[in-house]
């Protein structure tokens, strides 16, 4: 669940690919920014109004769903979506809700894929990928001195993979912690938001940065890991950090 809304404009300047068509998809607390071989608004706002339908409908009949900071344990026949929340929840030790914005990254990327041979799909902080070339994925950190001097680049393997941003000083989302940003690369977007979020939460000073790894890497299906606090940073997996130019405009 991330915490970066507010500062969309710069961070989709980062992520923004000249090869590629962009554009915007906002429904109530969703707000997309979408790269792709064409301009897919119409279906991409589809998918948005479908997956939230399936989430609200849930929560209607399981108030607490929207609440709960414990795993989530779905009891009978849920949609795909709940159940990948729930799922990435139980593997962090989180609520399902820290995994919603990522969730839906994901929801509506696979929708497209379809249509697209390639796609980039931004959620306040939590993105879904599949590219054929190298990407890099900038990384904003508040007021840290290392923010928007780094990015984690991509290869471009041309199968999806996620990064999802949490931070205990940005934004209106709930975190327990106090890091300006933690990353989490992982195959699954829903896990890589809930795993980001519950890492976040563990972090209250720089000397909690080794604490964290050891924490997110121990998670099944986290394959990266980038810790900020202040000046420091920490940095796991099978990842590459690069420098960063950022773009303005």
């Known amino acids: 669940m991330s915490r970066v809304n507010q500062h969309n404009r710069f961070y989709r300047n980062l992520i923004r690919r000249s090869d590629l068509v962009s554009f915007r998809v906002a429904v109530k607390e969703?707000?997309?920014?979408?790269?792709?071989?064409?301009?897919?608004?119409g279906l991409a706002r589809d998918l948005v109004l479908q997956c939230r339908a399936y989430i609200e409908t849930y929560a209607k009949n399981n108030p607490l769903f929207l609440k709960t900071?414990?795993?989530?344990?779905?009891?009978?026949?849920?949609?795909?979506?709940?159940?990948?929340?729930?799922?990435?929840?139980?593997m962090a030790g989180v609520g399902p809700m820290a995994s919603v914005a990522g969730a839906i990254s994901e929801y509506v990327g696979k929708g497209l894929l379809p249509h697209t041979d390639e796609i980039v799909i931004e959620n306040g902080?939590?993105?879904?990928?599949?590219?054929?070339?190298?990407?890099?994925?900038g990384i904003y950190a508040g007021a840290s001195?290392?923010?928007l001097r780094m990015g984690i680049r991509i290869d471009g393997e041309n199968k999806p993979i996620s990064v999802c941003t949490s931070s205990g000083k940005i934004g209106h989302s709930l975190s327990l912690g106090k890091a300006d940003a933690v990353c989490v690369v992982s195959r699954s977007c829903p896990l890589a938001d809930a795993a980001a979020t519950a890492t976040a939460n563990r972090v209250h000073s720089k000397s909690d940065i080794p604490k964290a790894i050891g924490f997110a890497k121990a998670i099944e299906g986290v394959s990266g890991l980038v810790v900020i606090v202040d000046d420091e940073i920490g940095l796991w997996g099978q990842l590459e950090v690069v420098p960063l130019t950022l773009k303005k405009g």
């Open 125 to 137: 902080g939590d993105v879904f990928v599949k590219t054929k070339s190298s990407f890099t994925v």
């Open 145 to 147: 001195p290392l923010s």
């Open 69 to 90: 900071l414990r795993p989530w344990r779905v009891n009978g026949p849920a949609p795909l979506i709940i159940r990948n929340m729930a799922r990435a929840g139980q």
């Open 30 to 41: 969703t707000d997309l920014f979408v790269q792709a071989d064409k301009n897919l608004e």
